[in-house]
Every structure is written in structure tokens, then in C-alpha cells.
């Protein structure tokens, strides 16, 4: 911001907010490393790497793009800044991460599905109690590879007799 002496009132400078504006601020942000606290939806304090104060950065859309403002000395002349650079690292970061969890599927235990897979459970051990039982029913009757009359599947007794006809 700068102060206009005649008015009294501070003019807010914008830095668009492109790829060639925030490179190098972005550069000086992972060398840097600041640290950055979000303090809002779009805004955040971001520690000064001069003094023990900080400085605070906010990011806003427009019909004419997307802009941001910082409180360093730098942002108040209009220029892209480290402060700058890392809030927007931050900013992107954080909008993934939201995006990502918009996206997500409820986890498998948090679905409805407990009745159904008690049925498929009993579903199942009926199923293996009926195979058990035609094993036991049709236990001399091989076809000669282990399997047995319309199951499909090889009994222990054949396997045990290399599939021979008992």
C-alpha cells in the first residue's frame, strides 16, 4: 500500500498473479522457506525472514484475472515478493488438498453395508454346508479328475487319491 499525501488515503498495488510475475518469487519462497499461517479463505501471514514480524498476503479473483497483495515493503510498490511466493505455494497446496476431499469416496466402513455382508456371510456358509454335503453324499462317485457329480470342485479324497475312482 502506499499513502497518497495529498488525499490521505492508501492505494492498495496489485501483483497479477501469473507465471512470469510470481517465478522468481516463488524461487526466493523455496529458498527462503517463511513461515506461512492461514488466516482466512484467501489470506495468510507469512513471517518476515528481515524482522520478527510478518507480513500478510491476500490472494482474490476478478473479471480481469487473478491478483494478490502483500504487506512488505516490496508488495506496497506493486511487486511480487517472497512473502507473496510462499502464501501462494500454500494457497495452491490448500486448494488441491480441498479439491481432493470434495472428490473422495466415503470410506468403505462408513457405507451401509454391515446387514448385506452378514447376509453374504450366511449366504456363504450355507453354500459351503450344502457343498460338504454333497461331498459326503456323492464321496464314491468321482469322475476320475476329483470332481465330483455337478460341484466343479476337487474334494479332498479324491485329491488325496491322485483323482482315482474309489
Sequence with gaps: MVMDTDTGTKEVRLVRISEATMKSA??????????????????????SINHGGYHYVEFFQTEDGRFGTCSCPAGEHGNACYAMGAALIAHLGLAKMRATQRKAKPLEADKPKAAATVVDINAARLARAQHKARHKAVRFECDGIGRHDGCGIKCRFAQRLGGIDI
Design 26 to 47: 516463488i524461487e526466493r519462497a523455496v529458498k527462503y522457506r517463511p513461515l506461512v499461517t492461514p488466516t482466512g479463505e484467501r489470506t495468510y501471514k507469512v513471517k
